[in-house]
């Protein structure tokens, strides 16, 4: 298949699922820059650009409940995202997203739930990308304009409430770690764990 063409049927979906500083952005830069199929990216940073200071930072929300009255526009653009990828892979574009879902809200949102249901039909894979805690406190000191960074060296609440509830329930068809593998090689990793393996990590959530 020529670079840059659609498939002649459904495209493939990846869900790059991790923590802010994990490196999903960069594995999911990877995976486009090098595919075969015609991919498009339609991540956080993506859904993020487009929107006012007021609705920030949208579906990067972090957990612990700390802004209910954002969680039903949350809630909305999950479905909106989820709906527009699946419209992508039917006109047979590949697509990678890089998220970090979670449901530690005020209250549920069943943001699982409803990507499982508006992607029913196309060829869905969602990967855990890991990375250790003290390599995501190193890339967050990168950025204090971003991120707390303590001056007494403790652990930030927000970055371990982040480990906990991305990671929870955990189900995936692939994992990688960005402590030990650069995006390309990861990008390489998902390619191969994909190939030859039908995707069940999110069908477990209907």
Request: net charge negative.
């Amino acid at each position: 298949m020529a670079a840059g063409r659609p498939r002649s049927g459904t495209g493939r979906v990846v869900l790059l699922n991790g923590v802010p500083r994990a490196g999903t952005t960069s594995i999911a830069q990877a995976m486009v820059g090098t595919a075969d199929v015609a991919t498009v990216n339609l991540g956080v940073d993506v859904a993020m650009a487009g929107l006012p200071t007021s609705l920030r930072p949208g579906i990067g929300l972090r957990p612990g409940g700390e802004r209910p009255e954002l969680e039903p526009f949350v809630q909305a653009a999950y479905r909106a995202l989820f709906d527009s990828i699946a419209a992508h892979a039917r006109h047979g574009l590949d697509v990678v997203a890089d998220l970090g879902i979670h449901d530690d809200h005020s209250t549920p949102l069943g943001i699982w739930r409803d990507g499982a249901l508006r992607l029913t039909g196309v060829p869905t894979y969602v990967v855990g990308v890991h990375c250790t805690l003290d390599v995501v406190l190193r890339r967050r000191a990168e950025h204090p304009e971003r991120y707390e960074v303590p001056d007494d060296g403790d652990v930030p609440i927000a970055a371990m409430r982040w480990e906990q509830a991305v990671h929870d329930p955990g189900w995936y068809d692939a994992e990688v770690d960005t402590s030990t593998l650069g995006p390309d090689a990861c990008a390489t990793t998902i390619r191969a764990a994909i190939a030859t393996t039908e995707p069940q990590a999110l069908l477990r959530h209907i």
